[in-house]
């Protein structure tokens, strides 16, 4: 096939150059630039090589441990979530009525805590876990439970986890919902002709089906809960101590409160790096699962 | 292995209260003998599937009872009831091997392992999956899945029946034909009651030994494709069986002469004691009218056109405002687009209301 050259046609790619340009790779330049400089103030920089780099991946210096802790401490807490919220979300599918007024009431419902802006979610759980005005700090330490979440680190890790699960289980579960409601009857005849229990109907259509939407719901909870910033900042602040110090919280710390601009620079790329990479995987193992279905169903 | 009989079954689909005339099964009473093939065959919405889902048990009827052998089960949930269905678009397990599907039956119903691994070796050979059986079940054609969604409905020996849902729709023309006889050979192998929905004549007088033709909610024929080619009872089998469908003329009857288009012709039989005041028709088959040259004691009809169908020809032709279809005899060319009608006089049926008529010889 013939093409018409036409170098013209670059000037309509030009708007989008130029504001991807602004918008993400000018900014992210001057991080790279930072990372690789230190300073003692007054706008002097001093070049620093890959310094801040194996700083930042050395357990025993101060930066490296710091980072390491919270990035610990961050797939500890990704893990947990999606470990609560990936079958929470699928039994409230699963329960959820089929049809009839009750299915909007329940979607409603469902919806609400995903419409809470973060802030306002770690304001609600502030003072809700406050042991002498929240309700269920409050109520928590009438039944005899010592449950305080500014001084125990169990305490605090148990709000976030909570306060996380009642904010985003919603999301895996509309994510089902949608899932269940696409497998045809003739499915679900098949299975009741087949003798299937209830649980074989679970293993053998309804998870196999729902593969694809619990694919996106994990990745969706895994980079939402791994860049987690707020919601443990108004609650906890990071504490007690260090111990709900997650990677964000870190890096705006070593950013705007000590103002390490080449220490924050240099974790904020790695930090982006992780989230890249498992974003690629992710987005391949979606494809290839996906290049699988689109197969079966060309055929069919 | 078991007798099937409705008794006044029906289901309305808008609560047992609403006007029968809406139902979508009017009450029938029918016997599905031990081992037999039937068809259930009619248009779309006759109420077929609907009778299908009532005798599996996916739902429940407004009225009336379902035995198998003499015992009421009714009430029973699908899973409790002996019986296998095939659907219309092929349901496959996709996260199970081809063998794992076909046991999935079995192993649901708690049989031990070597009796499951023996009876699906001999599914599997049956329907030719052998090569197939330790392979996923996913990325395969549709024509291999509908054969794994027909494995397994036939897996199970006990089944009371074996219910097919138009199962070869998705199914390639050239494949149809080879399931459909492979079904048939099934059926006399495994000796299992099947009964096989489908708007498909050809299907249904292929595949059953009593092809049932519903229309509108209700039964109107059961008989082998031979008394439906013969005797339809009821002027929409005439139609519906056939290709084309048989010719239905208003009629006055007088003894044994009906008068069509004013012209009168012999019947076999006498019929003087018709009812009154119903519509009076007369159906005969296009294969047993002929068109021959115009001549005064034959009922003249003008040509519009001859469809040659290879082996036969019809020709479409018209009385006034009725139409006809007519054999071509071979040979035969009509000239002048004018053509005289031959009735075989043996194969004409008289029909009061759309019902068969029975003369008395």
């Given at each position: 096939?013939?093409?018409?050259?036409?170098?013209?046609?670059?000037?309509?790619?030009?708007?989008?150059?130029?504001?991807?340009?602004?918008?993400?790779?000018?900014?992210?330049?001057?991080?790279?630039?930072?990372?690789?400089?230190?300073?003692?103030?007054?706008?002097?920089?001093?070049?620093?090589?890959?310094?801040?780099?194996?700083?930042?991946?050395?357990?025993?210096?101060?930066?490296?441990?710091?980072?390491?802790?919270?990035?610990?401490?961050?797939?500890?807490?990704?893990?947990?979530?999606?470990?609560?919220?990936?079958?929470?979300?699928?039994?409230?599918?699963?329960?959820?009525?089929?049809?009839?007024?009750?299915?909007?009431?329940?979607?409603?419902?469902?919806?609400?805590?995903?419409?809470?802006?973060?802030?306002?979610?770690?304001?609600?759980?502030?003072?809700?876990?406050?042991?002498?005005?929240?309700?269920?700090?409050?109520?928590?330490?009438?039944?005899?439970?010592?449950?305080?979440?500014?001084?125990?680190?169990?305490d605090a890790w148990a709000t976030v986890i909570v306060m996380d699960v009642w904010h985003w289980t919603s999301l895996v579960a509309l994510l089902c919902y949608a899932g269940l409601k696409s497998i045809p009857d003739a499915y679900y005849q098949a299975a009741q002709i087949d003798g299937a229990s209830r649980w074989a109907v679970f293993t053998a259509i309804q998870l196999p089906k729902l593969n694809r939407v619990l694919l996106i719901g994990v990745l969706l909870r895994f980079m939402d809960s791994f860049m987690i910033y707020t919601e443990p900042f108004v609650v906890t602040g990071g504490g007690p101590g260090n111990s709900t110090t997650f990677v964000s919280i870190e890096l705006v710390k070593i950013a705007l409160g000590q103002f390490d601009l080449g220490k924050a620079a240099a974790l904020s790329l790695v930090y982006n790096l992780i989230v890249l990479i498992v974003c690629w995987v992710f987005y391949t193992v979606m494809t290839n699962a996906g290049a699988d279905h689109r197969k079966t169903e060309g055929a069919a | 292995m078991a007798r099937i009989d409705l008794v006044d079954l029906a289901q309305s689909y808008s609560g047992n209260d609403a006007d029968p005339s809406s139902f979508a099964l009017k009450p029938i009473s029918m016997t599905w003998r031990q081992g037999g093939a039937y068809a259930l065959l009619g248009p779309s919405g006759c109420g077929k599937t609907t009778l299908l889902n009532l005798i599996s048990g996916i739902i429940t009827p407004t009225r009336g009872q379902i035995l198998f052998d003499g015992k009421d089960i009714t009430p029973l949930p699908t899973q409790q009831r002996n019986i296998a269905q095939v659907f219309q678009f092929p349901v496959?397990?996709?996260?199970?091997?081809?063998?794992?599907?076909?046991?999935?039956?079995?192993?649901?119903?708690?049989?031990?392992?070597?009796?499951?691994?023996?009876?699906?070796?001999?599914?599997?050979?049956?329907?030719?999956?052998?090569?197939?059986?330790?392979?996923?079940?996913?990325?395969?054609?549709?024509?291999?899945?509908?054969?794994?969604?027909?494995?397994?409905?036939?897996?199970?020996s006990d089944v009371a029946a074996v219910l097919f849902d138009e199962p070869l729709t998705v199914i390639d023309p050239a494949l149809k034909w080879e399931l459909r006889s492979k079904l048939k050979a099934l059926h006399h192998q495994l000796d299992l009651t099947m009964i096989y929905?489908?708007?498909?004549?050809?299907?249904?007088?292929?595949?059953?030994?009593?092809?049932?033709?519903?229309?509108?909610?209700?039964?109107?024929?059961?008989?082998?494709?031979?008394?439906?080619?013969?005797?339809?009872?009821?002027?929409?089998?005439?139609?519906?069986?056939?290709?084309?469908?048989?010719?239905?003329?208003?009629?006055?009857?007088?003894?044994?002469?009906?008068?069509?288009?004013?012209?009168?012709?012999?019947?076999?039989?006498?019929?003087?004691?018709?009812?009154v005041g119903v519509k009076i028709e007369v159906g005969i088959r296009?294969?047993?009218?002929?068109?021959?040259?115009?001549?005064?004691?034959?009922?003249?009809?003008?040509?519009?056109?001859?469809?040659?169908?290879?082996?036969?020809?019809?020709?479409?032709?018209?009385?006034?405002?009725?139409?006809?279809?007519?054999?071509?005899?071979?040979?035969?060319?009509?000239?002048?687009?004018?053509?005289?009608?031959?009735?075989?006089?043996?194969?004409?049926?008289?029909?009061?209301?759309?019902?068969?008529?029975?003369?008395?010889?």
């Amino acid at each position: 096939m013939d093409k018409t050259v036409n170098n013209k046609a670059w000037f309509l790619v030009l708007p989008v150059f130029l504001i991807v340009a602004f918008s993400a790779v000018l900014p992210l330049m001057t991080v790279v630039n930072y990372s690789v400089q230190d300073t003692f103030g007054n706008n002097q920089f001093f070049w620093n090589g890959v310094g801040w780099f194996k700083e930042l991946l050395d357990p025993s210096s101060d930066l490296g441990g710091r980072f390491l802790a919270s990035l610990g401490r961050n797939l500890a807490f990704s893990a947990i979530i999606l470990a609560i919220e990936v079958p929470l979300g699928i039994v409230v599918a699963l329960s959820m009525p089929r049809d009839g007024w009750r299915v909007a009431a329940c979607l409603v419902t469902l919806a609400l805590p995903l419409l809470i802006p973060w802030n306002v979610v770690g304001t609600i759980w502030q003072i809700f876990g406050r042991p002498d005005i929240g309700l269920l700090g409050y109520t928590l330490n009438s039944l005899g439970f010592d449950y305080n979440y500014v001084s125990n680190e169990f305490d605090a890790w148990a709000t976030v986890i909570v306060m996380d699960v009642w904010h985003w289980t919603s999301l895996v579960a509309l994510l089902c919902y949608a899932g269940l409601k696409s497998i045809p009857d003739a499915y679900y005849q098949a299975a009741q002709i087949d003798g299937a229990s209830r649980w074989a109907v679970f293993t053998a259509i309804q998870l196999p089906k729902l593969n694809r939407v619990l694919l996106i719901g994990v990745l969706l909870r895994f980079m939402d809960s791994f860049m987690i910033y707020t919601e443990p900042f108004v609650v906890t602040g990071g504490g007690p101590g260090n111990s709900t110090t997650f990677v964000s919280i870190e890096l705006v710390k070593i950013a705007l409160g000590q103002f390490d601009l080449g220490k924050a620079a240099a974790l904020s790329l790695v930090y982006n790096l992780i989230v890249l990479i498992v974003c690629w995987v992710f987005y391949t193992v979606m494809t290839n699962a996906g290049a699988d279905h689109r197969k079966t169903e060309g055929a069919a | 292995m078991a007798r099937i009989d409705l008794v006044d079954l029906a289901q309305s689909y808008s609560g047992n209260d609403a006007d029968p005339s809406s139902f979508a099964l009017k009450p029938i009473s029918m016997t599905w003998r031990q081992g037999g093939a039937y068809a259930l065959l009619g248009p779309s919405g006759c109420g077929k599937t609907t009778l299908l889902n009532l005798i599996s048990g996916i739902i429940t009827p407004t009225r009336g009872q379902i035995l198998f052998d003499g015992k009421d089960i009714t009430p029973l949930p699908t899973q409790q009831r002996n019986i296998a269905q095939v659907f219309q678009f092929p349901v496959i397990y996709d996260t199970m091997t081809v063998g794992e599907n076909l046991a999935f039956p079995l192993k649901n119903r708690g049989m031990p392992k070597p009796q499951i691994d023996a009876r699906v070796k001999e599914i599997g050979e049956l329907l030719d999956l052998t090569p197939w059986l330790n392979r996923k079940a996913t990325r395969l054609t549709p024509d291999a899945k509908q054969k794994i969604s027909l494995g397994r409905g036939l897996v199970r020996s006990d089944v009371a029946a074996v219910l097919f849902d138009e199962p070869l729709t998705v199914i390639d023309p050239a494949l149809k034909w080879e399931l459909r006889s492979k079904l048939k050979a099934l059926h006399h192998q495994l000796d299992l009651t099947m009964i096989y929905v489908t708007h498909d004549q050809t299907e249904a007088l292929t595949f059953a030994d009593t092809v049932v033709v519903m229309h509108d909610g209700r039964v109107v024929q059961s008989g082998t494709p031979q008394e439906l080619f013969d005797k339809p009872a009821h002027t929409f089998v005439g139609y519906f069986i056939g290709s084309p469908g048989m010719n239905i003329v208003p009629a006055e009857i007088s003894g044994r002469q009906a008068r069509i288009c004013g012209h009168a012709i012999g019947l076999d039989r006498s019929y003087d004691t018709l009812p009154v005041g119903v519509k009076i028709e007369v159906g005969i088959r296009p294969e047993f009218v002929q068109v021959a040259a115009p001549a005064p004691t034959l009922l003249t009809a003008q040509v519009e056109r001859i469809d040659d169908l290879g082996r036969i020809r019809f020709a479409r032709v018209r009385v006034g405002d009725v139409k006809f279809a007519a054999r071509v005899p071979d040979g035969f060319s009509p000239e002048g687009g004018e053509v005289g009608l031959v009735f075989d006089p043996a194969r004409v049926h008289v029909y009061a209301d759309s019902r068969l008529i029975e003369g008395v010889l």
